[in-house]
């Protein structure tokens, strides 16, 4: 298979270029950001036609790597490069301009990109249907709910459910004003990039995936449930109308998720809730072998101590721009958090503040890209008022 890839020095790039080694398949291009030691090992390694970097490396990249490929700044121009499957795993709104660009340009997207659906559903959705594009999702909870959805009608689902391991911080401390950045990078389940852990010991991370599945499923958010299940067993459960319930169950390994997506996504979604089936290419990383054995545990959520995901709730409830504002709030807020600027408990705090100062205005390109772009200065100064007070009470 061909395929294009974004966001390939990231940890789920990493990943796709395994599955794509251990399956043969030729990579037409890639697009990094400004790690140019791996970038360069993958273009030597799987000499792609095309590569995009960030614009303030790109006259080094080209010194580095430009004898194998032609070497731009532009993603775009990866992610519509005709392919099999272009795998989009840039993180972050810089991934929803070519999320945009491939839709409109009829590509087949295994989408690891959250934040397009999270903040821009409707504005994808008319992107796929203006291009002819397809979507599947990358992460393992929504994979998971494609694959328990194959076969099935979209208006029999009663509610999606979603597990998460619950964090490294599920089972305690009671307290959690005084927990660490280090502490909070301990994932008992997963291997991930630094901001998604971070969100998953909030379960903010969370969040993001029920207002993503709301918009992939075409379900409203109070049909989308969450369980903590510390096994990480179990990814998803679709419960239909007939009190049936069907499960998707496999190892901790994105390369099973990655590598379904992929074989997914030439035939994937057209509109909210298109599920189609899937011709599966063969085992992935040895996991015939997985032995399931052992208790399943799940319980809910406690709201409560983990704020941030009822806040979550609360965007996708209310539209149009909250859930751009508050992505963007968190991800200014989980960099003050891991740089000592903010405590762990604070995060919500700001996050909470933007969210009730978020205009109503409706959600467009321009006024997505507005609010944020707001959210963020926002986000900023309250963390600066934040250590204001605090520096005046340690002074005092």
């Known amino acids: 298979m061909q395929l294009t890839l974004l966001g390939s020095t990231g940890s789920i790039g990493t990943q796709t270029l395994d599955v794509a080694r251990e399956r043969g398949d030729t990579l037409l291009a890639l697009a990094a950001g ?13 000499r792609p036609q095309l590569v995009s970097v960030e ?6 990249a080209r010194e580095r790597f430009g004898q194998f490929a032609r070497v731009i700044a532009d993603p775009a121009e990866v992610a519509t490069l005709e392919a099999d499957v272009c795998v989009n795993a840039m993180s972050g709104l810089k991934g929803l301009s070519p999320t945009r660009a491939a ?4 590509r087949a997207v295994a989408l690891a990109t959250k934040e397009a659906m999270v903040t821009s559903s409707h504005l994808i959705w008319q992107a796929a249907k203006q291009g002819g594009g397809r979507i599947v999702p990358v992460d393992s909870e929504h994979t998971g709910i494609y694959q328990a959805l194959v076969g099935e009608h979209i208006g029999d689902v009663a509610e999606l459910i979603l597990t998460a391991s619950g964090g490294p911080f599920r089972d305690g401390p009671a307290d959690l004003s005084g927990v660490t950045p280090a502490q909070a990078l301990r994932h008992p389940s997963w ?14 991370n969370k969040g993001l995936e029920v207002m993503e599945s709301a918009a992939l499923y075409g379900v409203p958010m109070s049909k989308v449930g969450v369980l903590v299940h510390p096994q990480s067993v179990v990814h998803a459960l679709v419960r239909f109308c007939d009190g049936n319930l069907k499960a998707q169950l496999g190892p901790t390994d994105m390369r099973l998720s990655i590598a379904y997506a992929i074989d997914a996504a030439p035939t994937g979604m057209r509109g909210p809730g298109d599920v189609r089936g899937a011709r599966r290419r063969g085992e992935v990383a040895g996991h015939l072998g997985f032995h399931l054995t052992g208790n399943l545990e799940f319980r809910d959520p ?20 909250s859930p751009t504002a508050l992505n963007a ?20 705090r700001v996050l909470e503040t933007v969210l009730d100062e978020t205009s109503a205005d409706a959600l467009t390109w321009d006024s997505l890209a507005e609010t944020d772009a707001w959210a963020r200065r926002r986000t900023n100064e309250l963390i600066q008022d934040t250590l204001s007070i605090t520096t005046k009470k340690v002074n005092a």
């Open 302 to 321: 406690d709201m409560q101590r983990f704020p941030c995901l009822a806040l979550a709730y609360r965007a996708g409830t209310e539209g149009g721009l």
């Open 329 to 348: 709030a968190d991800e200014i807020a989980v960099d003050a958090f891991l740089g000592g600027q903010l405590d762990f408990l604070g995060i919500a």
């Open 34 to 46: 400004r790690n140019l030691d791996l970038l360069e090992a993958q273009v030597r390694e799987f």
């Open 55 to 60: 614009d303030d490396v790109l006259t080094e």
């Open 103 to 106: 839709l409109e340009a009829g």
């Open 191 to 204: 291997s991930m990039g630094r901001k998604i852990t971070i969100d998953s010991a909030t379960l903010f």
